[in-house]
């Protein structure tokens, strides 16, 4: 493709990009069975795969969905290097779930796409679909940067983003390793994250808001503190969590699946804080809670 008409895709936007998920692939090589199903083995994921993490609890309730229920939605693929595959574009946990469940066959949509636009799909579906965190939609912003030359306001036109989200996103990637791991785990939200970027202390500033259960206001006032202020204000800090609560939220975590977070306060009473990686998890929390009649 060159510059030119990708320029002029680029243009066009998120919608157009949907709309060309629904043209007949060029240059289909593998055969697709009549149904628009495929052998479940010929299907390999996509190395450029933003996404890289995969919670055990979503991908065995998926599994059981689809023992139940099938495979409804599609899992959208490209033509594979290797004669008689497909690699994915988009819908890699579907598929992760599938072979949980048994499934032998899948149904596919298969689109002869380049690798640049393969990559805008799967960064598209994840981003709409609320599955990647903060850090893997950065990186795959990054890897369209450093692979195809886009601008962020390229990003922002063809993702269906704001050019600021974008920024903001990329910023991220300034964390120190500890801190994105924190993030990626669901620790902290993306909002707490964005505050540390300008924070003379980042990882112990991220320490003590998992610690104390601070809201994203809260971490935004102490980033913008003094490193002099800050370790004033550590002094007054209350004591680290004793054992027994450390007990109970890793009970509660393994309960549950979710992380929890437990904050006592000096008077008495306290706050419980529940962190959720996506909105099935969400959803299959209201659903455990409602069934038990709460």
């Given at each position: 493709?060159?510059?030119?008409?990708?320029?002029?895709r680029?243009?066009?936007?998120?919608a157009a990009?949907?709309?060309?998920?629904?043209?007949?692939?060029?240059s289909?090589?593998p055969?697709v069975?009549a149904?628009?199903?495929?052998?479940?083995e010929?299907v390999?994921?996509n190395p450029?795969n933003?996404?890289?993490?995969f919670?055990e609890?979503d991908?065995a309730d998926l599994?059981?969905?689809?023992?139940?229920h099938?495979l409804?939605?599609p899992?959208v693929v490209?033509?594979?290097?290797q004669?008689?595959?497909?690699?994915?574009?988009a819908?890699?946990?579907?598929?992760r779930?599938a072979?949980r469940?048994?499934?032998?066959?899948?149904?596919?949509i298969?689109r002869?796409?380049n690798?640049?636009?393969?990559l805008?799909?799967?960064i598209?579906?994840n981003?709409?679909?609320?599955?990647?965190?903060?850090?893997?939609e950065?990186?795959?912003?990054q890897q369209?940067?450093?692979d195809?030359s886009?601008?962020?306001?390229?990003l922002?036109q063809?993702?269906?983003k704001?050019r600021?989200?974008?920024?903001?996103?990329?910023?991220l990637?300034?964390?120190?390793?500890?801190v994105?791991?924190?993030?990626?785990?669901?620790d902290l939200?993306?909002?707490?994250?964005?505050?540390?970027?300008?924070?003379?202390?980042?990882?112990?500033l991220?320490?003590r808001?998992?610690?104390e259960g601070?809201s994203?206001?809260?971490a935004?006032?102490l980033?913008?503190?003094?490193?002099?202020?800050?370790?004033?204000?550590?002094?007054?800090?209350?004591?680290?969590?004793?054992?027994?609560?450390?007990?109970?939220?890793?009970?509660?975590?393994d309960v549950?699946?979710?992380k929890?977070s437990?904050a006592?306060?000096?008077?008495?009473?306290?706050?419980?804080?529940?962190?959720?990686?996506?909105?099935?998890?969400l959803?299959?929390?209201c659903?455990?809670l409602?069934?038990e009649?709460i």
């Amino acid at each position: 493709m060159n510059e030119d008409l990708s320029r002029k895709r680029l243009g066009r936007g998120l919608a157009a990009l949907i709309g060309e998920m629904d043209k007949p692939a060029e240059s289909e090589k593998p055969a697709v069975l009549a149904d628009g199903r495929v052998p479940i083995e010929f299907v390999t994921p996509n190395p450029r795969n933003p996404r890289r993490n995969f919670a055990e609890a979503d991908l065995a309730d998926l599994a059981q969905s689809i023992r139940e229920h099938g495979l409804v939605q599609p899992v959208v693929v490209r033509p594979a290097l290797q004669a008689g595959r497909y690699e994915i574009i988009a819908g890699e946990r579907r598929w992760r779930a599938a072979q949980r469940a048994g499934v032998n066959e899948i149904p596919v949509i298969v689109r002869d796409v380049n690798d640049r636009t393969a990559l805008e799909l799967a960064i598209i579906e994840n981003v709409q679909r609320a599955d990647l965190n903060a850090i893997e939609e950065a990186l795959g912003y990054q890897q369209l940067i450093d692979d195809h030359s886009y601008t962020q306001a390229d990003l922002g036109q063809v993702i269906g983003k704001s050019r600021s989200h974008v920024a903001n996103t990329l910023r991220l990637l300034k964390l120190p390793d500890v801190v994105r791991d924190m993030l990626i785990n669901g620790d902290l939200s993306a909002g707490h994250a964005r505050a540390l970027i300008t924070a003379a202390d980042p990882a112990g500033l991220a320490k003590r808001i998992v610690e104390e259960g601070l809201s994203v206001r809260q971490a935004e006032a102490l980033a913008q503190m003094p490193a002099d202020a800050v370790a004033e204000s550590n002094s007054s800090r209350p004591l680290e969590k004793d054992p027994d609560t450390i007990a109970l939220e890793k009970l509660l975590t393994d309960v549950i699946g979710m992380k929890i977070s437990i904050a006592h306060k000096e008077k008495g009473g306290g706050e419980l804080r529940v962190a959720y990686r996506s909105l099935e998890q969400l959803d299959d929390l209201c659903r455990r809670l409602k069934s038990e009649g709460i």
